[in-house]
């Protein structure tokens, strides 16, 4: 499945939605919308990855990237994670800098 | 300011090239694209090989010396790309997780067929593994089938090195207060009883979903067998009877890339992506440190699974035969590892690639130290004789980056070199001490004469390691070589016949005793026996000087059934088996709580050897000694009992309480008199193996007051321990 990436502002929360599969190819487009949403100085960035087949280190690589790029203040959410894309975030240990949600519920 | 080195100098085909950075050796990400070095003293031409990862044919092969396109345009002009004996290329715009890559070497030397000797073993038909990858793909998934006539079987990828490790750092855990946790990655939560799921089941993640139950178990060092990638198939066979492969490289100790972690391992190694794989285990030793627990890794550099010159050409002896291995004049490959070759460790090159392995793991991974597998391999010079001043032990002894590793040796090899005891230490190396092994088995199983070795063992072997302390050696009863421990006293001999090799393979000294009958029994008295040994052997370890060792599954007492040579067995055999948790409760409690008095006392755990003397005004000498009389120990007996004075707990620098212990391997009762206790204090039990579980042993601060204060009587084989406070 082709990639798509959609950015949202929304008062002080970035949200950006990710379909289909991360991978090298894709991930330049995933990391120029992190630095878009990265100037508005949000509070929270929220990454809405439900229908997100397949990320390739290369993705887990802008995930961290992210996490550099807003600083320790910036919550990032990812929502929806399933599959592959929950285990290796899993199995990296990313999940511990990171909002791991089903449902996007702020806190 | 943009850098100026990101931009081609040379083309080739599409590719875009420039000369590269001789260091560091290996696959590197630079600006813009990959660096490539590679060493080959003897090699008089040298081709970079890239693929589509996974594909069998490259997507192109380009020429470290030849005729290339200038960037700019116009006529070709000839080209090399090389520094010294280093060839070094710099190719842009790859993509580091999509490609793969080897080497192709030739040589102007006669090149020997298969099963002929020969210094050199150039062969421009196969393309080499880089000693220097960061990764290696083809064995992906642990036990799947490979493709045998794949032309390029283990394949060089590139790491992204940027993990975050969110601040953490080696836990340098003093040496003297580890208690090492020896075990095997897949086999820890392979067992369909462990309760992780298939895909981490066996791999680093699973090891990481199990660290609740190896903090509770109270250990603070896990010594993993080899992570480095080698061929589980190496030297197997399909068993069609069985319908499954037999002879495996189960253990592992067969190394095909000194610097790439075995992606068979991770969970996330089907993903097909080297980062990754490097970024499970990574995330496996930051999350270890989080739990208080250091990462240790087994490392095999004496030899490689390249075999002898029946062996395949997979990447050493393709690139430089004669820099990587032992040889004979006549080229034949010297056999100190027992396994074919034998790794040229004192030679300047070979040496530095083991330095840079060992600061790569430590920088990089953040390992805690290293157990060197035959460590006397790597004090032998390039013709095999012992060093008395080996450089490469004394490089490691004193490398900056490893300033704070703990560095093991297993201190004998395959070729006669027995040196526990005399390894070339340089103030900072410990030893596997077999001596230790064999002297607890001999006294646990009732040896005569053997009380006086077994004060050696309590004192943390000082015969062996005067000068260097207690630190110099790592005590064991059982490791993976030998016997585990609940066959130690269930077998008198090794049944290895699973192994294939009519038994004939695996050691034959193994000090064992059955306690009454051969292997499985429904004999109580034996059984009851066989539960006390296992608890007497733990005790004598906890309680001796030095850094003791536990074998994975000896905590629940699992069984390897008599064969004490497991290493090619990948079943339930070597397994742990998650439901002894349940079934074998009474030994794992104990065992807990052993190590839980260890860590409770510091007067076990001193980094000097005794001076049986006091040194404190005490009254007591740091160590007494004792038998059924106090202060009358009887050397030439089964029996042996020993008072820690508290107030030289760690050699002067901590209080502790009075540790009496008393050792009756005699098979009955006796009374022991017990040594006066300053006024105000009394004797208090804290463990007593003759007593059925829970009274076996008492938490720290728990323990019940004996009730007479002047005698106690241990039981025959048995172990009691009390504290005076």
């Known amino acids: 499945m082709a990639f798509e990436a959609a950015l949202e502002t929304v008062g002080d929360e970035a949200r950006i939605t990710l379909r289909g599969e991360l991978d090298a190819s894709s991930a330049p487009q995933f990391k120029e919308l992190v630095e878009k949403a990265a100037t508005g100085g949000p509070q929270r960035l929220v990454l809405f990855v439900k229908e997100l087949g397949f990320m390739a280190s290369a993705g887990l690589r802008v995930l961290i990237f992210a996490r550099q790029k807003m600083g320790s203040g910036v919550v990032i959410y990812v929502v929806g994670a399933q599959g592959p894309v929950r285990s290796t975030l899993e199995m990296s240990g990313f999940h511990r800098s990171v909002v791991l949600q089903d449902e996007y519920t702020p806190t | ?725």
């Open chain 2, 1 to 725: 300011m943009e850098r100026i080195d990101t931009h081609a100098t040379h083309l080739y085909e599409r590719y875009r090239i420039r000369a590269g950075q001789p260091y560091p050796f290996g696959a590197t990400l630079v600006p813009g694209g990959i660096n490539f070095s590679v060493f080959s003293r003897h090699a008089s031409y040298c081709v970079l090989v890239l693929y589509e990862r996974g594909a069998r044919q490259p997507m192109v092969e380009i020429p470290f010396r030849g005729l290339f396109q200038r960037a700019g345009g116009g006529e070709p002009v000839w080209g090399e790309f090389r520094i010294g004996n280093v060839f070094t290329m710099t190719v842009l715009d790859l993509d580091p997780e999509r490609i793969e890559y080897g080497f192709r070497m030739d040589g102007p030397y006669p090149r020997p067929e298969r099963g002929q000797p020969g210094i050199h073993r150039f062969d421009p038909g196969a393309v080499l593994l880089d000693p220097y990858a960061q990764a290696i793909g083809g064995r992906d998934r642990w036990g799947s089938m490979p493709d045998w006539d794949f032309p390029y079987p283990h394949r060089g990828r590139v790491v992204a090195d940027d993990f975050d490790w969110e601040g953490d750092r080696p836990l340098e855990i003093p040496l003297e207060d580890l208690v090492i946790y020896e075990m095997h990655v897949r086999g820890f939560t392979r067992h369909p009883s462990s309760g992780v799921a298939p895909a981490p089941a066996g791999t680093f993640s699973g090891v990481r979903e199990k660290l609740p139950y190896l903090k509770q178990l109270g250990v603070n060092a896990i010594e993993l067998m080899p992570v480095f990638e080698f061929d589980e198939f190496e030297n197997s066979r399909f068993d069609a009877g069985a319908g499954r492969w037999a002879k495996m490289n189960y253990w592992g100790y067969s190394t095909i890339g000194f610097f790439a972690p075995k992606a068979g391992f991770a969970a996330t190694g089907a993903a097909g992506d080297g980062t990754m794989v490097a970024d499970e285990l990574k995330n496996l030793v930051k999350e270890c440190h989080a739990s208080g627990i250091e990462v240790l890794l087994d490392v095999v550099f004496n030899h490689t699974a390249e075999g002898n010159e029946n062996g395949p050409t997979l990447s050493y002896r393709g690139i430089d035969n004669a820099t990587y291995y032992m040889l004979t004049p006549e080229g034949y490959y010297f056999n100190f590892s027992g396994t074919g070759n034998t790794l040229n460790c004192n030679n300047p090159i070979v040496r530095n690639l083991v330095l840079d392995s060992l600061r790569y793991w430590a920088a990089h991974y953040h390992i805690d130290g290293f157990r060197f597998d035959l460590a006397s391999v790597l004090g032998r010079d390039p013709w095999g004789a012992p060093l008395a001043n080996p450089p490469l032990l004394e490089a490691l002894a004193f490398d900056p980056v490893l300033g704070k590793c703990k560095l093991i040796a297993e201190a004998w090899d395959a070729g006669g070199l027995y040196q526990v005891g005399s390894f070339p230490a340089y103030g900072r190396w410990a030893e596997w001490n077999g001596k230790c092994r064999d002297t607890l088995r001999r006294f646990l199983k009732g040896d005569p004469g053997q009380a006086g070795a077994m004060a050696q063992v309590v004192g943390g072997s000082p015969d062996l390691y005067a000068g260097r302390g207690p630190t110099a050696s790592i005590n064991f009863a059982t490791c993976h070589d030998g016997f585990c421990l609940h066959d130690l006293v269930s077998y008198d001999g090794k049944h290895n016949e699973g192994n294939g090799e009519e038994n004939r393979d695996g050691a034959d000294d193994n000090h064992s005793w059955n306690c009454g009958a051969e292997g499985p029994t429904d004999d109580q008295g034996i059984l009851d026996l066989r539960r006390r040994q296992m608890k007497n052997a733990v005790a004598l370890l906890l309680v001796s000087q030095g850094v003791p060792m536990i074998l994975m599954g000896d905590e629940v007492a699992q069984t390897k059934h008599g064969n004490n040579n497991s290493y090619c067995l990948d079943d339930e055999l070597n397994w742990l088996d998650w439901s002894l948790v349940g079934r074998h409760a009474e030994h794992l409690r104990f065992v807990r709580q052993m190590v839980a008095f260890r860590r409770a006392h510091p007067a076990l755990r001193n980094r000097a050897h005794f001076q049986y003397r006091d040194y404190r005004g005490s009254g007591y000498p740091d160590i007494s000694w004792h038998g059924t009389q106090a202060w009358q120990p009887d050397w030439d007996g089964r029996v042996l009992a020993f008072l820690l004075c508290g107030e030289h707990a760690k050699n002067g620098g901590a209080r502790d309480d009075m540790i009496y212990v008393a050792l009756n391997m005699y098979w009955d009762a006796l009374p022991f008199e017990l040594p006066g206790l300053p006024a105000g204090k009394s004797w208090h039990v804290s463990t007593n193996t003759g007593m059925p579980s829970p009274r076996d042993i008492h938490p720290p601060g728990e323990e019940p007051r004996l009730a007479d204060q002047g005698t106690c009587l241990v039981g025959g084989r048995s172990v009691v321990v009390l504290v005076g406070r």
